[in-house]
């Protein structure tokens, strides 16, 4: 019966990437499909799965080959599996999704076949991917609020003003400076490096890391799922 | 490429069963493999994927075929895929994972190729299923305190005493009964049904339900996936 099946890998990269006013926003790479089913319309960079790769692997090598991204996260979003979810056959697909940096994402690929999207305004895109951006849109708010992974936004250090606008940015809604402070400094996930923004201002804020002795979040059975 | 690979279900189902003592542990039911690779070893009920059918319709009828068992709570676990994960060819297996009441389990099928085991303590399994058990088991640990799946083991109305006892089996560590009410109270996760326990007693015990009204868990983007 398997053989009826094909597997398929893809994923849905985030970053936060400027727009055209120089405002960031949540934003994700898709891919102009360039035969049918779906031919033209924009769909989730991916491709069959290799039977010589682990999953992620192949998540992470057509995310390459597509857009020259190397996410700093990367984890297993769900496995879809609906009969009907492509018209010329049955398709199984693995679906990953991924963090990338603001200055990582301004180097990626992009071209007639590749671009950029604001991820909660996308247009009709092939298969179920609209349904698949929508979950991991979910998983992404979700997991912003009961871990850590806002800082696989940034860089490795970054202010608590940096971290709270990558909190307003996914989130969509504006947060206290004071109460994203307290609840930030509650909650020990990230620490103070005791270092400051280098330059001339007066007062410099300080720069902090998460620690990285605390078990960010659940990345799946394997690590080599895991923080890449 | 995706033609060498064959696509499998499989499901960790979790029930509270009385030991030979009579105290309830935490059991998962397993099969026999009466065939090669790992013939005679323990494994999850499961099986080859169907073209024709859902992949959460096809665990609950692996399921059902070889347990009898009907669950209340079947939630997708993970994709498993490593290229090395079975000696007779790459398999991918999507595996979910189950919650049954103490009164179902005892209906389920049992015999020479069937059986119940403590979920702590099981022997060598075929394949890489004590890396899923063990996935499994940490994801119910993880969810049984940020969300509120544990009325699944339980029926539509408990008392805090009874939904004591399943997180105590579950976490496999005493909780205080005072503190274990202020925060299940304070989580407004379950509500007084205004009925209590029926017996001789002097002050019977109140009988509470979930919160139907606040969404559960994550049970992923399908609904069919989802609380059965």
């Known amino acids: 019966m398997s053989a009826a099946i094909d597997l398929a890998v893809s994923t849905v990269i985030f970053a936060l990437r400027p727009d055209a006013a120089g405002h960031l926003v949540l ?7 360039t035969r049918d089913p779906f031919e033209g ?4 960079p991916g491709g069959a799965a290799d039977a010589a790769e682990s999953l992620a692997d192949t998540a992470a090598r057509k995310l390459a080959e597509t857009t020259g991204l190397s996410p700093a996260y990367l984890e297993q979003l769900y496995c879809f599996g609906e009969p009907d979810r492509s018209p010329s056959g049955r398709v199984v697909s693995v679906v990953y999704w991924a963090l990338v940096r603001t200055d990582e994402a301004e ?11 604001e991820a909660d305004e996308l247009p009709q895109l092939a298969f179920d991917h609209n349904l698949i951006v929508g ?10 609020e ?7 936004f940034l860089g490795p250090t970054f202010t608590l003003a940096e971290l709270r606008q990558v909190h307003e940015i996914v989130l969509q809604k504006p947060l206290d400076p004071a109460n994203f402070r307290r609840q930030i400094e509650a909650s020990r996930a990230v620490v103070p490096t005791g270092q400051h923004v280098t330059g001339g201002r007066h ?8 620690d990285a002795s605390v078990q960010l979040v659940d990345n799946g ?8």
Chains 1, 2 share one sequence.
């Open 27 to 33: 934003s994700i790479p898709l891919v102009r499909r």
């Open 41 to 44: 319309r924009w769909a989730l």
């Open 107 to 117: 180097l990626a690929a992009e071209g007639e076949n590749v671009a950029w999207f």
């Open 135 to 144: 979950y991991a849109l979910w998983r992404l708010r979700t997991k912003l």
């Open 146 to 152: 009961y871990s850590r992974i806002a800082h696989a």
């Open 203 to 210: 007062r410099p804020p300080r720069l902090y890391r998460y």
């Open 221 to 228: 059975p394997l690590t080599s799922a895991g923080i890449r």
